[in-house]
Structures are given as C-alpha cells and as structure tokens.
C-alpha cells in the first residue's frame, strides 16, 4: 500500500504511533506482526537511520531496542546494546540508588536540567572502554500490553560542555582579575591619602603657623592685615578640602578605629552633604574584622549611599550590620523611588557592579530588591572567619 492511498485516518494513527512511542512499541508490533504494514516497512528505516541515539528500555531496565546511533556513541554494537542494563551505558544519579531500590527510569533524567526544550535534562553517558561523557536527554513513556516502555533520545554535548567549562575558568578569572584590581586600587588610595596626609597636610599647616606668627607682627597696614586674612581663609579650605579628599580616599578611622568608626563617619559626612537623615544599627564588638572584610564592607556601603544620594531621591536610609553563625548580614534600605530589573541590568551600573564584584571576591552573597511601599533594599551576606 502506498503512502498516497493510506487512509486519513491511517495516516494520523501512523504518525501518532511514532511520535508517541518514539520507535519501541512500534518496533516490537512490527516483529509481531500486530502493525499495519507501512508501520512494518517504513519505521524501522526511520530509527535506524536517525542521527539522534535512540533507546527503548522496559520496566525492567533492560534495553530492548537500540538504534546504530546509539551503538556508535557507546562504542559498541546494536546486539550488544540489546539486552543489556540501561545503567552499562547510563550512570544514574547516586542520589537515586541511596534508597537501595532502582528508581524509574524517568527519574534518571531529573537530576540536572539541561539544553534547549523543558523534556532535556544532563546525564552522564558511560562508553564501552569506560569512559565518561556527558549527556543530554528526553524520555518519554508509553504502554503496550499493560506493560510500561521507555523511550529515550540522547544527545553527545561534550563539545558544549567543554565550552561551557571554558566560559566558567573564564569567568573564574576575570573574577580573579577584578579582585586583583580592587586590591592595587585600595593600595593605591592609601598611598595617595598618607602622602596627602602627611606631605601636603603637613605643608599646609606650617604655612598656617608662619601665617598667623606673620599677622602678630607690628607694624603692618590694615591693607597687609586684610590681605594675610584672606590666605588665612583659604589655607583653612585648602586644609578642609584636603583631609574630604584623603578621607574619601581612605578613612583614617578604618585604619585607626576600625569598621564601625568609620561607618560612623561615613554616615556623618553624608548627612551634612547631603540632609538625608541616615540611621545606623551595629556593634562595635561585631565589627571587629580583618582588613580586607572591612575595607570591603566599608566600600560597599559608601557606593550604596552614593548611588542613593544620585539616583534614589529618598528621605530616609537605614543601614542594618550584625554577625550570626560566622557571617556578617548587612541590610540598607532606603524609602525612594525604588529600582526596577532593567535598572540593574543597565550598562552604566557601574556602582552596583562594583558591589557585586566586591561582594563576590568575599564568596558572600547580594540581593537587591525594590521594598513595599517604594523603595530599595539591599541585603549582603558576607562569610566570616570562625
């Protein structure tokens, strides 16, 4: 019979037998005589020559059909196949056999989901020489005889889980490269702002000092007393806008005081610059951290201010640090026009992807959400040494 004159009602029953059983019922009502004949002719032809790998397994586990695709991914022969344990050429998840009882086949495929289309998950292939590779499937299932068979589709992603593998040590590095670069920043701030401090600070007060020994001296005019009044004023803000300059660069309370002065501080100078009020909630005891975790933290909560002060246009902010369980939780929250998903993925976020990196250099954790009613909260969870 040709194709041509199958009936319609044929045709469509044909077709919903492939798709359903994905070859295996079919194969076996083909050996049994059981199909019509364009199924008896026509579909072997069809999983023999798909380039996908194609395994049917019975309740069991034993494999009762297998394409030559499937033959030459495991490096072994379609007879060999034929019989066999599903689990010779599928590793199954450990989790799974903790029980003791093997789990059904279906489940094989739920431990990692994978590729493109909601049935594909990653499983581990083994080949004949016992090598290893991994796998991406689909399984599907059907009855023939009250008895259950499972189909399943396999496809070889070593190449893209080689790239994949390649994207992640990629990743790990610019990682490690932005952390590298954090790390000479702040060396360098500090640098900058000791120098600051202690060369030009210095500076600029002995030419106080002689300015003020200079105006006690007798005989000057009120036009040479007027005069030395006016460098008096601005050596002060010379002097004022050098120690915001080195402050910004690098408290001084950070390195003297610790994590909680310079919070303190932080939130002090923001206050009077900008007329936001600002509550902070920490211990001094629980602030006591190493170096690093304090520069970090303290680098963290001064980009949020800053992004709070540009962008949020807010009346309010809290910041929130306490430790538990050997972790530092930080929690700032302002009461603004809150921030949206595309806000954080903007290009120019620059601020918060600088939290981000900083954040992550520590293996610490960073959430940031918009509060209800309109708002912004950012939640930071940083891991601290015992």
């Not at 798709?19 to 295996?24: D, K, R, S, T, V």
């Not at 076996?28 to 072997?44: H, V, Y």
């Not at 495991?74 to 010779?88: E, I, K, N, P």
């Not at 210095?202 to 106080?208: K, P």
Request: hydrophobic content about 40%; glycine content about 8%; proline content about 4%.
């Amino acid at each position: 019979m040709s194709l041509m004159r199958l009936s319609g009602k044929g045709l469509q029953a044909a077709v919903f037998l492939i798709g359903l059983a994905g070859g295996a019922v079919i194969a076996r009502l083909a050996r049994t005589g059981r199909a019509p004949r364009l199924l008896r002719n026509r579909s072997p032809g069809i999983i023999e020559n798909a380039s996908d790998a194609i395994i049917s397994t019975d309740e069991t586990q034993h494999i009762v059909l297998a394409n030559p695709s499937a033959a030459a991914m495991f490096s072994t022969t379609v007879a060999d196949m034929q019989g066999s344990l599903l689990a010779r050429f599928i590793s199954p998840d450990p989790i799974l056999l903790a029980g003791g009882a093997a789990p059904n086949v279906s489940t094989w495929f739920s431990a990692g989901r994978s590729g493109r289309r909601a049935t594909d998950y990653a499983v581990t292939g083994v080949r004949a020489s016992g090598e290893s590779f991994p796998l991406e499937g689909s399984v599907s299932s059907s009855t023939e005889s009250g008895e259950s068979l499972y189909t399943i589709i396999l496809r070889d992603v070593t190449e893209r889980q080689q790239v994949q593998d390649k994207l992640s040590r990629s990743h790990a590095q610019l990682r490690q490269l932005s952390a590298a670069l954090q790390t000479i920043r702040e060396e360098e701030r500090t640098h900058i702002a000791r120098e600051l401090h202690d060369d030009l600070g210095q500076l600029l007060a002995s030419l106080r000092m002689d300015l003020t020994l200079l105006q006690q001296q007798p005989g000057a005019s009120a036009d040479a007393l007027r005069l030395m009044k006016g460098m008096e004023d601005n050596l002060l803000t010379a002097i004022t806008s050098l120690r915001r300059i080195a402050t910004n660069l690098r408290p001084r309370a950070l390195d003297e005081g610790g994590l909680f002065f310079a919070l303190q501080g932080l939130r002090d100078d923001w206050v009077d610059r900008y007329g936001i009020p600002c509550d902070l909630y920490a211990d001094e005891n629980e602030l006591r951290l190493d170096d690093t975790a304090s520069t970090a933290v303290f680098r963290i909560v001064q980009e949020a201010l800053t992004n709070i002060a540009r962008h949020a246009d807010a009346s309010h902010v809290t910041l929130n640090l306490f430790r538990t369980d050997h972790q530092l939780l930080v929690t700032i929250r302002d009461n603004g026009r809150g921030i949206t998903p595309d806000d954080m993925e903007k290009a120019e976020s620059l601020g918060l992807i600088g939290m981000r990196e900083r954040v992550w250099a520590m293996n610490g954790e960073i959430t940031v959400s918009a509060e209800e009613p309109p708002g912004t909260r950012i939640e930071i969870v940083l891991p601290l040494p015992e």
